[in-house]
């Protein structure tokens, strides 16, 4: 168990910049979700994948945002023309699908600058 | 959908001194109920759990009990250092029998001084 990797840690960018961001979920879960933190806040979620298909999205995901995961694995999800307001740390997580108790883990999430 | 009201901070304790953390939710059903903890420019790490009523989850001297009667699912350690000083979330699925999207209470900073 080599836990939930996300690339990169930290991204700063100009704002209207596109960004991207990739989270590895632990190998045998097979649900991956992507959170956003904002400083002194707990994480709101924006959208879950069960395998490959992308179950549930959040008001919060606007139509400058996209997520996929192609293969059942690996995530990336992509920003389009950043804004000041994206600005946050984005934190995937993944979780085996056998029941409700099972708990979610979490990556160590990669931090969002818009200057 | 579920809801959690998390104790407000900063909480600063002195070393060996004993933790509570009050968490209070708001469900249909009986979901599990989580903690987090969040150390400084890292992810959340689940620290415990409870899948039910009356259960007790427990790691590293922390311990909350699932009480259904007063909702409630407060955080405790008897005796803190200075190492758990992190940011520390009460958290269930939004829906109860999901395990999906998370909410999360607003966190707890505590700082642990020697």
């Known amino acids: 168990d080599t836990g939930v990797s996300q690339d990169p840690r930290h991204k700063i960018t100009k704002r209207g910049q596109n960004v991207t961001f990739r989270c590895d979920p632990i190998s045998e879960h097979n649900r991956l979700y992507w959170y956003r933190q904002t400083l002194g806040q707990g994480p709101e979620f924006l959208t879950y994948f069960q395998n490959e298909a992308q179950l549930e999205k959040s008001r919060l995901l606007s139509d400058r945002f996209s997520a996929e995961r192609p293969k059942g694995s690996f995530s990336t999800l992509e920003i389009q023309r950043t804004e000041q307001g994206d600005s946050a740390m984005y934190l995937c997580?993944?979780?085996?699908?056998?029941?409700?108790?099972?708990?979610?883990?979490f990556g160590d999430g990669t931090r969002l600058s818009i200057l | 959908g579920n809801s959690v009201t998390q104790m407000e901070g900063p909480v600063t304790l002195s070393e060996e001194a004993f933790l509570t953390i009050n968490c209070t939710y708001t469900?249909?059903?009986?979901?599990?109920l989580f903690w987090y903890v969040q150390y400084p420019g890292e992810g959340l790490q689940l620290l415990l759990k409870a899948t039910k009523a009356d259960d007790k989850g427990s790691n590293k001297g922390f311990e909350a009990t699932y009480r259904k009667e007063t909702t409630s699912f407060h955080l405790e350690k008897g005796s803190v250092q200075v190492s758990d000083s992190a940011v520390y979330f009460c958290a269930l699925p939004i829906s109860s029998g999901s395990a999906r999207q998370l909410t999360f209470g607003s966190g707890t900073q505590l700082t642990v001084l020697p």
């Open positions: 469900a249909t059903g009986y979901p599990s």
């Open positions: 997580a993944s979780s085996l699908a056998k029941d409700s108790n099972q708990p979610q883990h």
